[in-house]
Protein backbone atom coordinates (compact mmCIF):
# COMPACT_ATOMS: atom_id res chain seq x y z
CA UNK A 1 0.00 0.00 0.00
CA UNK A 2 1.18 3.42 -1.10
CA UNK A 3 -0.78 5.67 1.00
CA UNK A 4 1.91 5.95 4.07
CA UNK A 5 4.16 7.22 1.33
CA UNK A 6 1.79 9.66 0.06
CA UNK A 7 0.74 10.82 3.33
CA UNK A 8 4.70 11.29 4.33
CA UNK A 9 4.81 13.28 0.96
CA UNK A 10 1.51 15.43 1.99
CA UNK A 11 2.89 16.19 5.37
CA UNK A 12 6.11 17.33 4.32
CA UNK A 13 4.29 20.00 1.79
CA UNK A 14 2.07 21.31 4.04
CA UNK A 15 4.95 21.76 6.46
CA UNK A 16 7.33 23.48 4.41
CA UNK A 17 3.93 25.69 3.78
CA UNK A 18 2.81 26.28 7.32
CA UNK A 19 6.88 27.91 7.61
CA UNK A 20 6.60 29.48 4.58
CA UNK A 21 6.63 33.30 4.69
CA UNK A 22 3.54 35.20 4.29
CA UNK A 23 4.96 37.07 1.88
CA UNK A 24 6.55 34.23 -0.13
CA UNK A 25 3.41 33.87 -3.05
CA UNK A 26 5.76 32.20 -5.05
CA UNK A 27 6.69 29.17 -2.80
CA UNK A 28 3.47 28.85 -1.69
CA UNK A 29 2.24 29.01 -5.26
CA UNK A 30 4.63 26.06 -6.02
CA UNK A 31 3.78 24.34 -2.65
CA UNK A 32 -0.01 24.35 -3.69
CA UNK A 33 1.18 22.95 -7.38
CA UNK A 34 3.17 20.14 -5.46
CA UNK A 35 0.18 18.79 -3.53
CA UNK A 36 -2.00 19.17 -6.61
CA UNK A 37 0.45 17.06 -8.94
CA UNK A 38 0.32 14.82 -5.33
CA UNK A 39 -3.55 14.25 -5.68
CA UNK A 40 -3.19 13.71 -9.35
CA UNK A 41 -0.76 11.20 -9.32
CA UNK A 42 -2.78 9.22 -6.54
CA UNK A 43 -6.02 9.47 -8.46
CA UNK A 44 -3.77 8.29 -11.51
CA UNK A 45 -2.10 5.36 -9.98
CA UNK A 46 -5.76 4.33 -8.09
CA UNK A 47 -6.97 4.34 -11.62
CA UNK A 48 -4.31 2.29 -13.15
CA UNK A 49 -4.67 -0.43 -9.76
CA UNK A 50 -8.25 -0.63 -9.85
CA UNK A 51 -8.58 -0.84 -14.20
CA UNK A 52 -5.76 -3.60 -13.41
CA UNK A 53 -7.82 -5.86 -10.93
CA UNK A 54 -11.01 -5.28 -13.48
CA UNK A 55 -8.92 -6.23 -16.36
CA UNK A 56 -7.74 -9.74 -14.14
CA UNK A 57 -11.35 -10.14 -13.56
CA UNK A 58 -11.96 -9.84 -16.92
CA UNK A 59 -9.56 -12.77 -18.15
CA UNK A 60 -10.38 -14.85 -15.92
CA UNK A 61 -14.03 -14.30 -16.28
CA UNK A 62 -13.11 -14.84 -20.05
CA UNK A 63 -10.65 -17.68 -18.71
CA UNK A 64 -14.01 -19.81 -17.64
CA UNK A 65 -16.17 -19.76 -20.45
CA UNK A 66 -13.38 -20.50 -22.74
CA UNK A 67 -13.30 -23.83 -20.67
CA UNK A 68 -16.85 -24.29 -20.96
CA UNK A 69 -16.99 -23.51 -23.97
CA UNK A 70 -14.32 -26.28 -24.88
CA UNK A 71 -16.46 -29.06 -22.05
CA UNK A 72 -19.44 -28.46 -24.29
CA UNK A 73 -17.49 -28.91 -27.49
CA UNK A 74 -17.87 -24.73 -29.09
Known sequence: DLKPYFDMVEAAILDTWKK???ADEKGQHE???MMKLL???QANIKTA???GKLA???VE???VI?????FVGI
Not at 66 to 70: E, F, G, H, I, P
Request: proline share 4%.
Open 66 to 70: NKAKR
Open 31 to 33: LRL
Open 56 to 58: KVQ
Open 61 to 63: RDN
Open 39 to 41: NDL
Open 49 to 51: IDT
Open 20 to 22: SPI
